[in-house]
């Protein structure tokens, strides 16, 4: 089974907006056993548009369009689907109802404008949004299948998810495959492969293990195709199993779940709090801790200390160590542990200061010279890493650095499964 | 003039790796008035790279092809560009000399694979790669163009800047394209429609309006083409000014400058400090804040204060307050406002309490109600916002409308041009 995603918009051609759509909508349809055979980003044009589609559906089954489904002019992919099909738009009164209520729990009225929204091609199935104003919509063309989403990823993504996936997946039963993710943080992907080297060189042709690195942490994915699915499935797990042993000591999870919400999982299962004394990282430690839903049950707070005063007001850092060592330095983040763990009253603490840069490097500490502590009451460990890339990775990198040593600590303390 | 992108790469098509490679290439041709037609990812199939090849040529007559080039097995695109044009491969005796260097430079010596690199179809011009071992190429086929580079973005960025794009210009003096993008924040898509519908219907048919909408800001895009670039550059500044005016009240730049950075530079001209306390975007604001190199020289510090706890030891909230109004309401934000400007020692501060979801809501406060303050020594000012997509998407949401209300602040009282 094949699929074409075609992702509409004039943004994408000239440079403006990188389509992150396609990669989410591939890897989707890659876990149900459908092959992505191209993404075909095409223009805010009409004819260009109708031309495509056809394109799309001579290579493929499946044709996905994101894009071009919003309440202003240069959004003309419904026209478009509809001259293909050759069918008219017609009005539908319920997308018209679903917007009238958006726009009154926000205490507005809605326009004109947002009746564009609602004309839809005859012959869609809708499927719901409802996370956004403009609906998805499912076509049948023959034995063939047009699905026309919106480009905002969030909304895409919910459609997908909710309508989309379940439909695809009733429609084109497929051939199985299957995945298994084991997640690590703390090691590198050569560090990794070697440890990995005769597992992989001894696992059975159907399977194939992938390594995804993202900043400091690197996902595992084993996958299997074909055979029946129950077979399939138990030699997935039994390597998965293997493979988790090999790697056990950087093993944080399987599957999809993030580092932040596999440190929340054990410290509300231990009733236990957690804080964090940010520098240079500006709070993303934070903000990573407190995007897992339910976080306030041991997430208390958090001391983004920028200024020497407010680490030495907020956090009790000694103006002699910010004078002796400077504020980059292991004694500093030592303090900063304590400092954070009496201001928010939390068991655990997460400190760290550094020089994301550009600026701010010396000679003896160059940009990207960042130290980072953990701790509780019993313990604090201290690290310093020091790579440079550029602002933005050096933060990200060095969150999830901080991260995967909480868990480390966390592991040590409270032995989470 | 147009040009074809076509990267190659099972990692595109199954979702492992988002191609930005594309987005990036488009924006430099587009900046020499080459239009980018269709981005088109094909997988690592001879044929599939071969028919790939042939269609982008029948559409434009630029193709550019990333991906494919390195040594292991499924870098296949050399052969798949020999055999579209006919012609063998050969032995690339000046890569090889470079590869073998490269190598001894790090102490190690070229293996047998990457002899496989020096394999070049005939006819190839070299384009020189001065950061990687695979070099690019530029072959003409009648009065068309292939170029073919590597997928590493820095080795295909290096060969496109130094070698590719220069060619190119000279080889097509293109038709000028141009734009100019206004960067709005606190207006949604359709409010901004409703108010430019006059502006946006009186264009004139060379120049197009785009609307590209992100959790609360949206960036309005004019694009022209054709004539004579003074005359067409004369018109969309008088065009993006026009259209400025309508909306001034939302506009906090031009380009592609963040909110963020836009309140930076206010800050630093005017010798301003900034100071955020979050209790449900945790960190974000701050975060965003200090994503700007030398955010240092304004931003002070941040209490992301969870617990109520928190809020009353470091942000001086009243536990009356608490008990009266709760943690989300307008008096708490208020409060918020003086207690982080006196524990910063901040000039501004953005104070930020809310239902984040999916739990906590209540009838009254149902998920998705946040309260936002902006404030300084001057003036506070105060807005509930009270919409629900899903957490991750409230918390940005929520912190860009409270950095759209702080750039408000911002204009009335120091007057940024």
Redesign the interface.
């Given at each position: 089974m094949n699929a074409f995603i075609l992702p509409v918009g004039?943004?994408?051609?000239?440079?403006?907006?990188?389509?992150?759509n396609?990669?989410?909508?591939?890897?989707?349809?890659?876990l149900l056993g459908i092959?992505?055979?191209?993404?075909?980003?095409?223009?805010?044009t009409h004819e260009?548009i109708v031309k495509?589609i056809g394109y799309g559906l001579s290579q493929a089954e499946i044709l996905i369009m994101t894009g071009g489904l919003?309440?202003?002019?240069?959004d003309i992919t419904k026209k478009a689907i509809a001259d293909f099909l050759g069918v008219e738009l017609f009005f539908h009164e319920e997308t018209w109802r679903k917007i009238r209520q958006?726009y009154e729990?926000?205490g507005k009225t809605?326009?004109?404008?947002?009746r564009i929204q609602c004309f839809l091609p005859q012959g869609a199935k809708i499927l719901n949004n409802d996370?956004?104003t403009a609906p998805g919509m499912w076509f049948n063309y023959g034995q063939k299948v047009i699905i026309s989403l919106p480009g905002?990823p969030?909304e895409m993504k919910y459609i997908m998810e909710m309508e989309a996936l379940p439909l695809l997946q009733e429609h084109f039963p497929g051939e199985p495959i299957a995945h298994r993710t084991v997640l690590t943080a703390g090691a590198g992907e050569t560090e990794l492969a070697a440890l990995l080297e005769d597992f992989e060189n001894n696992l059975p042709e159907s399977i194939k293990l992938?390594y995804?690195p993202a900043y400091g942490q690197v996902r595992l994915r084993l996958s299997g195709k074909g055979g029946d699915e129950k077979s399939l499935n138990a030699i997935l797990d039994s390597k998965a199993s293997e493979m988790e042993k090999i790697v056990s000591r950087f093993v944080f999870g399987r599957g999809e779940k993030s580092l932040e919400s596999a440190i929340g999982e054990v410290l509300r299962e231990h009733k236990m709090t957690i804080a964090?004394a940010?520098s240079c990282?500006?709070?993303?430690?934070?903000?990573k801790?407190?995007?897992i839903?339910?976080?306030?049950d041991y997430?208390?707070?958090?001391?983004?200390?920028?200024?020497y005063?407010?680490k030495i007001?907020?956090l009790k850092v000694k103006p002699d160590t910010l004078e002796q060592f400077g504020a980059v330095s292991e004694e500093c983040v030592r303090e900063m542990i304590s400092g954070i763990l009496a201001?928010?009253?939390a068991d655990y603490g997460i400190s760290i200061s550094g020089i994301a840069?550009?600026?701010?490097g010396t000679e003896n500490k160059p940009v990207g010279t960042i130290w980072i502590a953990v701790g509780s009451k019993y313990k604090t460990v201290t690290r310093k890493i020091g790579f440079n890339r550029n602002?933005?990775i050096n933060?990200e990198y060095a969150s999830n650095a901080a991260l995967a040593m909480m868990w480390n600590l966390l592991k040590e303390e409270l032995r989470p499964k």
């Open positions: 004039d943004e994408l051609l000239i440079g403006q907006v990188t389509d992150t396609s990669t989410w909508i591939a890897r989707q349809l890659n092959n992505v055979r191209h993404a075909f980003s095409v223009g805010d260009e495509a919003g309440p202003t002019k240069d958006i729990r926000l809605a326009g004109e404008s947002s996370v956004g905002v969030s992938a995804l964090t940010e990282t500006g709070g993303l430690i934070s903000h801790l407190t995007s839903p339910g976080s306030s997430f208390t707070g958090s001391i983004i200390a920028y200024a005063e407010a007001k907020h201001a928010m009253d840069g550009p600026g701010g602002r933005a933060i």
